[in-house]
C-alpha cells in the first residue's frame, strides 16, 4: 500500500501562539501520554523541518492557495507555546482560532482534532509544554494568495464545515472498534488525506456514520500522489503489519507515510494497531470509491515465472533492464527489501497517479524497529516519457494485475507537475534493451541477452556453481561502472596478459565460465556463443578500437590503500550480509530460488577470476555495492567509502573458494599482480 501523508494532513499546524500559562507543574505520568498521544497524532512530521530541531517548526508546507510554514510548537515563551494557556491550547485544537483571535488554516485538521478526548488533550498540552526542551525559532509568515490571505474567510469556512463534536463511542460496536474508529477519525487524522475532498477544500465526510459517511477514507489525489481507499483493504493482520513495519506480503510504504510510520505508526501499542485496522476492515466499499482494477492477489499466491512478455514487448525489456534485480522476474520484489509488484495496491490502482510518482523522483522505505535499514529505489526521469509509459504499462498487466495501460502523455503531466531533477548526472549512455526487438536479428540478440542475465538456468553444463553473467556485469552489462558490454566487441582481439597472447572475444567469455562460473567453455561456434558475441556486437554501437567509453569496466582504486580485514568483516556484516549471507552464501528464497550470489564457498567464483584480486573486487564494490543504498542511477549502488571497499574486497575474496586448476599457466610473460591469489 503507498499511502502519503500530505500538506492536508498536517499534525497541528498551529500559526502565531501567543499569551499566558504552561502545563510546567504536569506530572511525569501525564507527560508520557501526552508523547503517546503527540506519535499517534503524528505532530513531528510537519512541526519539524529537514535537520531542524524537534517540534520548533518551519517545515514549508505548499498548498494550492500558496505555502504555509509549520510553526514552533515547543515550550519557548517567545516564539512557541509557552505562554499558552489549555483553554487558548484547545481552542485551537479543537476549533482552530489561535491565542489572539484569528483563524488557522485547515491545512492543521483541527477537525480531526475536535474529536480528542479532553484527557488526551490535557495529555498533549503537558507533553509540548512541560516535557519538550524549548527551542527559540522564529516562524515564518505565511506565503497565500490573495484572497486566501484573507483569514476572516475562514469563519465562514468553519461555520460550513467544522463539525465541532468530541468522538462518540457506538454502543453498538466493541471496546476495539471504537477505539480504532476514535484514531482514525481524531488523533491519526487519516480522512486528511484518504477523503475525497469537495469544492471548497473541506473533507465529504469526517466519519463513516450518516449519509455522507460512504465518502469517508474512500481515497483521493493529493500532492500527486494517491492516498487509497482505506476500507476493507487488507486483513486485520496485514494493515498491523503494515503500520508497525512499513511493510506486508502486499506492499511497502512510500512517499510521506514512510515517515508516517517513521515517526507515528510503528510506536503505537499493538492494541492500537489492532483497534485501527479493526475499525477499517469493517467498513464497506464507499461510494465513488475509486477501485482497484483488480482485487488484490497475495503475492505467494502469484506463479512464480516471468510473464510471457518479458522478452518479447519493449516493456518487459525495460523491466527487464531496469526493474528485474529488485523486483525480480517473477514481481515478487525480494522480502524485508524491495516491494513485490503482484498484488501491490499501487500498481493495480486504477488510478497510476502514485505509480509515476514514485518511478519519476524514486522512493525509499520506512525507518522502523523492524527494518531499521533504509532501501531506496532511484527515480527513472532520465527515461523517455514512452520508455516510462511502456514499463509501467507491462507492469500493470503482469503478475494478475489487470490494470489499465500507462500512456506517454500521463507521464508527461505528471513530470511538469513534479519537475524531477536526476541526481546521478553520469554521462553514460545506457544502451536500451528494448531497441533489440527493431533489429533484424532481435530473436539471437535477445537470446544472447538471456544467456547473460540467466546463465546458469540456460547453460547447466558450463555453469558450475550459481553464478550468472549478471552477477558481475549489472543489468545484463548496461551499468556504468558495472562491467558494461558498451563498445566491449570493439576492443577484440586483444592482447591479455594472463594468457600472455592475444586472445578473440569468444576466448574472453570462455575465460568467464572457467574462471568466475567454475565451469566450462562454450563451443565456439555453437549457437549459445554466437548470440552471446551479438550481444556484444549489438551493444559495440559506434564504438572503434582506441576509443574511451565512459563507465567502461569497475574503474579503479589506489592500491595503495592497506586492507584491514578486521573492518571488512564487520563492513560485510552490516553492508553486504542481508543479500550474500551471513557466511557468503546467497541469497534464496523458501523454494531455493537464487536472489543474490554467493561470494565464497563451492557456488561462487573460484580464485582464477578476477573477483578474487582484492583491488578489482575493491573497485567493483566501490561503484556497485550496495544496490538501494542511495538515489544513484539505476539501482542505487554504490557508496562506500574507498577504505571500507578495500577492506570488505580483501575479506570476502580471500575466503575459501574452489580452485583453479589452470593457474600455473597465467601470466606466462608479465609480471602477476600483487593481489592475486596464487
Known amino acids: 500500500m503507498k499511502l502519503s501523508q500530505t500538506v492536508l494532513s498536517i499534525a497541528g499546524i498551529i500559526l502565531a501562539f501567543a499569551e499566558p500559562a504552561s502545563g510546567a507543574n504536569a506530572d511525569a505520568a501525564l507527560i508520557a501520554r501526552g508523547k503517546y498521544v503527540a506519535q499517534l497524532g503524528d505532530c513531528v512530521a510537519c512541526h519539524t523541518a529537514p535537520n531542524g530541531r524537534e517540534m520548533a517548526g518551519g517545515l514549508e508546507l505548499k498548498t494550492p492557495m500558496g505555502t504555509i510554514y509549520s510553526t514552533n510548537i515547543t515550550a519557548d515563551r517567545e516564539t512557541g507555546i509557552g505562554k499558552y494557556s489549555f483553554e487558548q491550547f484547545e481552542r485551537a485544537m479543537r476549533k482552530g482560532i489561535a491565542a489572539d483571535g484569528h483563524n488557522l488554516y485547515p491545512a492543521m485538521p483541527y477537525p480531526s482534532y475536535a474529536k480528542m478526548s479532553d484527557e488526551d488533550m490535557r495529555a498533549l498540552y503537558a507533553y509540548l509544554t512541560a516535557g519538550l526542551p524549548a527551542v527559540r525559532q522564529p516562524n515564518k509568515p505565511a506565503q497565500m494568495r490573495w484572497p486566501f490571505s484573507m483569514r476572516w474567510g475562514l469563519s465562514l469556512w468553519n461555520w460550513a464545515f467544522l463539525e465541532n463534536q468530541p468522538f462518540k463511542p457506538d454502543p453498538a460496536k466493541d471496546a476495539a472498534w471504537n477505539r480504532g474508529a476514535y484514531l482514525v477519525q481524531g488523533l491519526g487524522h487519516c480522512g486528511a488525506c484518504h477523503t475525497p475532498r469537495g469544492i471548497a477544500f473541506q473533507e465529504k465526510a469526517m466519519s463513516d456514520a450518516g449519509s455522507s459517511g460512504k465518502h469517508f477514507l474512500a481515497g483521493e489525489t493529493v500532492e500527486s500522489w494517491r492516498a487509497l481507499s482505506l476500507r476493507n483493504l487488507w486483513t486485520v493482520e496485514d494493515t498491523v503489519q503494515l503500520l508497525k513495519t512499513g511493510q506486508n506480503r502486499f506492499a511497502t510504504v512510500s512517499g510521506n507515510m514512510a515517515d508516517v510510520i517513521h515517526h507515528s505508526t510503528q510506536h503505537f501499542s499493538d492494541s492500537d494497531l489492532t483497534a485501527i485496522a479493526t475499525y477499517l476492515k469493517s467498513l464497506p466499499p464507499g461510494e465513488n470509491e475509486l477501485p482497484m482494477s483488480s482485487k488484490p492477489i497475495a503475492p505467494a499466491t502469484v506463479a512464480s515465472k516471468a510473464p510471457s512478455g518479458l522478452y518479447t514487448m519493449r516493456g518487459g525489456l525495460g523491466y527487464t533492464q531496469f526493474c528485474v534485480d529488485c523486483h525480480r522476474p517473477d514481481g515478487a520484489g525480494v522480502k524485508n527489501m524491495f516491494p513485490p509488484l503482484g498484488g501491490n495496491p499501487s500498481v493495480a490502482s486504477a488510478d497510476p497517479t502514485t505509480l509515476l510518482h514514485i518511478m519519476l523522483t524514486g522512493w525509499k522505505t520506512a525507518e522502523t524497529t523492524a527494518h531499521p535499514r533504509v532501501y531506496t529505489m532511484p527515480g527513472f526521469a532520465r527515461l523517455a516519457d514512452q520508455e516510462i509509459a511502456e514499463i509501467l504499462s507491462f507492469v500493470r498487466k503482469s503478475w494478475g494485475n489487470q490494470s489499465a495501460p500507462v500512456t506517454a502523455a500521463q507521464v508527461k503531466k505528471m513530470r511538469a507537475e513534479l519537475n524531477p531533477k536526476p541526481v546521478d548526472s553520469s554521462k553514460f549512455d545506457t544502451p536500451r534493451l528494448a531497441d533489440m526487438l527493431a533489429t533484424p536479428n532481435a530473436d539471437q540478440l535477445v537470446r544472447g541477452m538471456r544467456l547473460h542475465l540467466e546463465t546458469k538456468a540456460l547453460l547447466p553444463n558450463n555453469v558450475g556453481n550459481s553464478l550468472n553473467c549478471t552477477s558481475c556485469h549489472l543489468n545484463s552489462g548496461t551499468v556504468a561502472d558495472g562491467s558494461p558490454f558498451v563498445g566491449v566487441s570493439a576492443f577484440f582481439p586483444s592482447y591479455a596478459p594472463r594468457a600472455g597472447k592475444i586472445i578473440t572475444l569468444e576466448e574472453r567469455i570462455n575465460g568467464c565460465f572457467k574462471r568466475s562460473m567454475n565451469g566450462k567453455p562454450i563451443p565456439a561456434d555453437s549457437a549459445e556463443m554466437k548470440a552471446m558475441v551479438a550481444y556484444f556486437d549489438w551493444m559495440k554501437r559506434e564504438t572503434k578500437p582506441g576509443d574511451k567509453v565512459a563507465g567502461r569496466g569497475v574503474g579503479k582504486i589506489d592500491p595503495a590503500i592497506k586492507p584491514n580485514v578486521e573492518n571488512g568483516k564487520q563492513v560485510y556484516a552490516k553492508q553486504c550480509a542481508v543479500c550474500h549471507g551471513e557466511n557468503g552464501e546467497g541469497l534464496k528464497r523458501e523454494d531455493g530460488t537464487p536472489v543474490f550470489p554467493p561470494l565464497w564457498g563451492d557456488q561462487s567464483?573460484?580464485?582464477?577470476?578476477?573477483?578474487?584480486?582484492?583491488?578489482?573486487?575493491?573497485?567493483?564494490?566501490?561503484?556497485?555495492?550496495?544496490?538501494?543504498?542511495?538515489?544513484?542511477?539505476?539501482?542505487?549502488?554504490?557508496?562506500?567509502?574507498?577504505?571500507?571497499?578495500?577492506?570488505?574486497?580483501?575479506?570476502?575474496?580471500?575466503?575459501?573458494?574452489?580452485?583453479?586448476?589452470?593457474k600455473v599457466k597465467d601470466w606466462p610473460k608479465d609480471k602477476k599482480p600483487a593481489d592475486a591469489r596464487y
Open 605 to 662: 567464483f573460484n580464485i582464477g577470476a578476477g573477483m578474487a584480486r582484492t583491488y578489482t573486487a575493491a573497485a567493483f564494490v566501490k561503484r556497485n555495492m550496495p544496490i538501494g543504498f542511495h538515489d544513484k542511477f539505476p539501482l542505487g549502488q554504490g557508496g562506500l567509502s574507498d577504505q571500507d571497499a578495500v577492506d570488505v574486497a580483501e575479506y570476502f575474496s580471500h575466503q575459501p573458494r574452489p580452485d583453479f586448476p589452470d
